[in-house]
């Protein structure tokens, strides 16, 4: 190989390279924290690995975690195709949660033949967490609503429209036995719990995870080889430009942002057949904003999406590992975190510039 | 009840609708500016924080409250100009710079909160006393419990005037207002875009970080994890449902305050109206002001657009 192609392999791995040094720049000052404040590296980091990948419990329990962040993640690269912005990942995991815990409770759907009792409630997630995106991309269509601000907005009320779900008794809050009743819905029946892939509760990997990887090679396909991928794109591009080639915008705007929404309520969903089990106050802590953030520094690749995901899994696992064992407080992940975000928000430039050479 | 009681207690609602409002006013106050001059500034949440962190430790430091502010004030200058390097001199995507530098400073604050305090103390940080404006807090009935506040409230409700009026009547106001519609027109003038938005979103840093020190020095004298708790995020949300204009941002931040106090309120009254309805309201009225059901909406044209010459 000689030297120019060699440098323009090392150019073509730029965003690869600048993503890693974010990571290992951030975990580095991660680790200068954790000294700072007096706890031994050794024992910090050892805590962080158990979390994080140490046991087979604790593998499988990080890449369920991913496979919110991948779902979200791959909502957000459909949309940001065609140049659109989908901020709206917490509201859709609210509300495809909402919808999974209604069906699941729902006397009958336990009772149903064939998987359909996992199933069911997933297809109503989605429905759901669609619409719920839709109507980011309906405003958009009519009124010319900026997508930014009204998925965010729609976050919110997704968030708490959940809290209030499970404040009351007439909606899914369990019934109350005594005053120390938990805000929180019943336990799910076990028929509406995501099967696990093994069959053994010490490596608790669920059906999510074959789900979530055919649902990322649709994803890529749709994108690069379907019409309606071609159709983002040019949407994207110039708007303009593709409706006078006759594209019509509206559906494409609408039909992303459902789908997205779909995949963030498929996510809300998996995390209450496939871990939590109960919808309660507090139920994602964040896990659409950190889908949100793995499909923006993803740019676009579905593999990228992919390898953010499981990143970000670790790091929260791994992170709330190192506080109960090893006395870390846990809000140092969200250091590491918000500086991985920032090093790769800001870097963008840099990668995109090298596609647009291309 | 009679009618005096009734007063009060209209009063003491009306005076906490004030109280939980200015935070709000504030960080919206500042808010606006950026977004008018094209900056979607998602940090206002991280920013407020960090003025209601370093604000209550400057206080316990010194001892002085005002000093606390001052501290406060300056320690939100790095942060305001890290979202400014990144959004508008790297032209970084502005809602996910936001969220980078909120969890950011929510990890930080936590953290360096409890190295210095220990675990989940709540140490008492001196405070401002409320100041009882000479005739307004004498009115009869209403007067000491609407009126009666601490000096920042006033000071917020007079800087939101001067903005409005600066932007209204100066050429600064102009300068900001066409970096967020017409930024090709600013640079043709002579004006620098890129200058006039560091400046916005500096701007947007300092008063955020007064309304951080309102909630920890200011109301509550003492400083609590994630204490802001989405106050910028409503503050975003005021400024969208105020259409981007002064006046109706002021009225969304008093409704919003308004919905606040009564979770508090209505209980006591033994009025059962779900709390999670009432916290959602703000961010449904935003929606819907967005979504065009309340008059015509008119964002900045170059809202969240990085300018490239």
């Excluded at chain 2, 002001?289 to 900045?300: D, E, K, M």
Aim: one cysteine or more.
């Amino acid at each position: 190989m000689n030297q120019t192609a060699l440098a323009a392999r090392m150019h073509d791995q730029r965003p690869v390279l600048i993503s890693l040094a974010a990571v290992v720049g951030a975990l580095v000052i991660g680790l200068v924290l954790v000294a700072a404040i007096g706890v031994s590296i050794p024992d910090a980091v050892a805590g962080f690995a158990e979390g994080a990948w140490g046991s087979p419990y604790a593998l499988a329990a990080s890449i369920n975690r991913s496979l919110v962040f991948a779902l979200v993640g791959l909502g957000f690269v459909l949309a940001d195709r065609a140049n659109l912005t989908n901020v709206g990942g917490e509201g859709q995991i609210a509300v495809g949660a909402i919808a999974a815990t209604a069906v699941c409770l729902h006397g009958g759907v336990a009772g149903l033949p064939a998987g359909m009792s996992f199933v069911l409630p997933m297809l109503a997630a989605c429905v759901v967490g669609g619409i719920w995106g839709g109507i980011v991309g309906v405003l958009k269509v009519k009124v010319g609503t900026n997508e930014v601000i009204s998925s965010l907005m729609l976050s919110f009320i997704g968030v708490w429209l959940l809290y209030g779900s499970v404040q009351s008794e007439a909606l899914l809050r369990q019934p109350m036995t005594s005053s120390s009743t938990l805000p929180e819905s019943l336990e799910i029946p076990d028929p509406t719990k995501l099967p696990l892939l093994t069959g053994d509760a010490g490596m608790p990997l669920h059906i999510g995870l074959p789900i979530a990887l055919v649902l990322a090679v649709l994803v890529a396909v749709v994108l690069h080889r379907t019409v309606f991928g071609l159709r983002l794109r040019a949407v994207g591009l110039n708007a303009l430009a593709a409706r006078k080639a006759g594209i019509a915008i509206a559906p494409s705007v609408i039909g992303v942002f459902f789908a997205a929404g779909a995949l963030g309520g498929l996510a809300g969903s998996m995390m209450l057949q496939g871990e939590q089990y109960s919808l309660k106050a507090g139920f994602s802590s964040g896990y659409g904003f950190d889908g949100l953030v793995v499909g923006l520094l993803a740019r676009g690749s579905v593999v990228g999406v992919l390898a953010g995901a499981v990143l970000f899994g670790f790091i929260r696992s791994g992170g709330i590992n190192m506080e109960m064992v090893a006395n870390v407080p846990s809000c140092l992940v969200l250091v590491i975190q918000g500086i991985i975000i920032v090093a790769l928000a800001g870097s963008a430039r840099w990668m995109t510039r090298k596609a647009g050479a291309r | 009840m009679s009618d005096t009681a009734n007063g009060a207690m209209v009063a003491v609602f009306a005076g906490s609708t004030l109280r939980l409002a200015v935070p709000l006013i504030l960080g919206a106050t500042g808010e606006l500016v950026s977004e008018r001059a094209g900056v979607l500034n998602m940090s206002v949440e991280g920013m407020m924080l960090t003025g209601a962190f370093a604000g209550a430790v400057g206080a316990i430091a010194t001892g002085s409250p005002a000093l606390g502010l001052l501290i406060g004030i300056v320690a939100v200058l790095p942060v305001a100009l890290l979202q400014a390097f990144l959004s508008i001199t790297l032209r970084a995507n502005q809602v996910v710079t936001g969220i980078g530098i909120n969890i950011l400073v929510l990890g930080a604050t936590t953290l360096a909160y409890r190295e210095i305090f220990g675990g989940r103390s709540r140490e008492q940080v001196p405070g401002f006393d409320k100041w009882h404006p000479p005739l307004l807090s004498d009115i009869p009935l209403f007067g000491d419990a609407l009126f009666t506040q601490v000096w920042l409230a006033y000071l917020a409700l007079a800087l939101m005037v001067l903005v409005a009026w600066t932007l209204r009547n100066t050429a600064l106001g102009l300068a900001v207002h066409s970096a967020g519609s017409e930024p090709k027109a600013v640079d043709k003038s002579g004006l620098s875009v890129t200058t006039v938005r560091y400046g916005a979103v500096l701007f947007t840093g300092v008063l955020s970080a007064i309304g951080g020190c309102f909630l920890s020095i200011g109301d509550i004298h003492t400083f609590t994890e994630g204490m802001t708790s989405g106050a910028g995020y409503l503050a975003i949300a005021a400024v969208i449902f105020g259409n981007w204009k002064v006046g109706r941002m002021f009225l969304a931040c008093l409704l919003f305050g308004a919905a606040t106090a009564l979770q508090f309120q209505l209980p006591a009254l033994g009025i059962e109206v779900p709390n999670a309805l009432l916290i959602m309201l703000p961010y449904l009225m935003a929606l819907l002001a967005v979504g065009g059901l309340v008059g015509r909406q008119s964002a900045p044209a170059y809202l969240t657009q990085p300018y490239v010459r």
